[in-house]
Every structure is written in C-alpha cells, then in structure tokens.
Nanobody, 124 residues
Framework: QVQLVEYGGGSVQAGGSLKLSCVAS????????MGWFRQAPGKEREGVAG???????TYADSVKGRFSISKDNARNTLYLQMNSLKPTDTAMYYC??????????????????WGQGTQVTVSS
C-alpha cells in the first residue's frame, strides 16, 4: 500500500502560477507510474499529466505548454508546475500512482492509488 498526499493548491488570478506536490509514503515501489488528474464541479475527472518510470511524460492537450510534471524519487514526491493558469483550470487536483506498467498515463483506470486532492481556484 502507498499513501499519497497532495499539497500546494490555492487561489490565484488568471495568468498566475502554482506548483502542486504529491508526497508518497508506505510502499513507494508502487509509484513507478504516476499522474495528475482533476475534477471540476459537475464534470468528470480528467487526466492532466502522467510520468513513467523512465521519466517520460504525457500531457492532456488542454495543458500542453503550460503545465509540467516531474518527480523526485529521492523525496518520493511528484510535482505539477502550472503556469499561465486559466479559470478553466479550476478544479480539485488529485495525484495517482501504480506499480505496474501504465499504457495510457492520463487515463484514471490505469491507477490503483489516489490521494485526497487539493483545490485549485483560478479567478479571472
């Protein structure tokens, strides 16, 4: 089992930046593949970015060029740097992890472990 806790959410004006963190504890071998997801009110949860064991990354089209996912294995921490934020980025952001190979890094069904989420609100 691995526990995931997200940090770094908050309120920001459009055009601003935030950096989210997700700290893993427990069986960190279950974090070979990790991703960020988000869910806005009234909408389904959607994939934002994923990173695999080799450091290869995948992004949703809506965040390409603005968001960057990275991982510090020594600190068991996943990051999401979010720049040029838009009101449409407002959502609860979740990190997810899995031990086994993930074919589609921004598909939620690929992941076994989830954090509780951190709220990001972008005002216009």
């Amino acid at each position: 089992q691995v526990q995931l806790v997200e940090y770094g959410g908050g309120s920001v004006q459009a055009g601003g930046s935030l950096k989210l963190s997700c700290v893993a504890s427990g069986d960190t071998s279950s974090t070979n593949y990790m991703g960020w997801f988000r869910q806005a009110p009234g909408k389904e949860r959607e994939g934002v970015a994923g990173i695999d064991i080799d450091g290869d990354t995948t992004y949703a089209d809506s965040v390409k060029g603005r968001f960057s996912i990275s991982k510090d294995n020594a600190r068991n921490t996943l990051y999401l740097q979010m720049n040029s934020l838009k009101p449409t980025d407002t959502a609860m952001y979740y990190c997810a992890a899995d031990k086994n190979w993930v074919a589609s890094p921004i598909q939620q069904y690929e992941y076994s472990y989830w954090g509780q989420g951190t709220q990001v609100t972008v005002s216009s």
